[in-house]
């Protein structure tokens, strides 16, 4: 069974402090995907990383799939309150047809 | 482009009724599409995969007889919970992918809440 476990849970930090979110699994995937979803609406790409070792970056953020592909981070430098949400990462299951997503980390970010 | 709608948004109903949750593609054809159910503070957990004219494939320990999935077209596929129960509350989200191409576009949600 394919699991991606994310770390930590929660997280509850003040603006302006940088953070990185894991994600972790035994099994290796052709491509790890984040999300963050906001209370009562649906989960937004951010990125999409394919390549082992690959950097991405948007903004602020920062993403870096693992040598191995089996594990991937996301780095949030000067984190804002806008930053708040569920972060998740998202793999394609074995068939490839559906993603499987990772618990998630809840970001609060208080000014 | 590339959006998903649900409808409805939110939807209260009484235990033992059913109700149906749409999901459309608005600005392009979704061959597959997916749904999947998120409880509070939580992941998205995969329910079933839905294929245009052909039946879903559901996830281990899903009944595809409470949760009725229907593909008719490129553009709209329907989740119905039949005889819904309060355990059933969740946060109902589909997801509609073009045929070629591996992204998912989710939809906004549809909350209901069993009483």
């Known amino acids: 069974t394919q699991l991606l476990e994310q770390s930590p849970q929660f997280l509850s930090i003040q603006e302006g402090e940088n953070l990185t979110v894991y994600c972790n699994s035994s099994?290796?995937?052709?491509?790890l995907q984040w999300y963050r979803q906001e209370p009562g609406e649906g989960p937004v790409l951010l990125v999409t990383?394919?390549?082992?070792?690959e950097v991405k970056k948007l903004k602020r953020l920062t993403f870096q799939f693992g040598d191995a592909r089996k594990d991937s981070s996301l780095h949030i430098t000067a984190a804002q309150p806008g930053d708040t949400g569920l972060y998740l990462c998202?793999?394609?299951?074995?068939?490839?047809?559906?993603?499987?997503f990772g618990k998630g980390t809840t970001l609060s970010v208080s000014s | 482009g590339a959006v998903v709608s649900q409808h409805p948004s939110r939807v209260i109903c009484k235990s033992g009724t059913s109700v149906k949750i749409e999901c459309r593609s608005l600005?392009?054809?979704?061959?597959?599409m997916f749904w999947y159910r998120q409880f509070p503070k939580q992941s998205l957990m995969l329910m079933a995969t839905?294929?245009?004219?052909?039946?879903?494939?559901?996830e281990q320990g899903v009944e595809k007889d409470k949760f009725l999935i229907n593909h008719a077209s490129l553009t709209l596929s329907t989740l119905t919970v039949t005889s819904a129960h309060p355990e059933d509350s969740s946060f109902y989200i589909c997801?509609?992918?073009?045929?070629?191409?591996?992204?998912?576009?989710f939809g906004p949600g549809t909350r209901l809440l069993v009483l």
């Open positions: 990383v394919v390549t082992g070792g």
């Open positions: 998202a793999g394609r299951n074995q068939a490839g047809t559906a993603l499987i």
């Open positions: 997801s509609a992918k073009p045929p070629g191409i591996e992204t998912q576009y």
């Open positions: 099994s290796v995937f052709s491509s």
């Open positions: 600005d392009f054809q979704a061959t597959t």
């Open positions: 839905s294929n245009e004219g052909s039946k879903a494939t559901y």
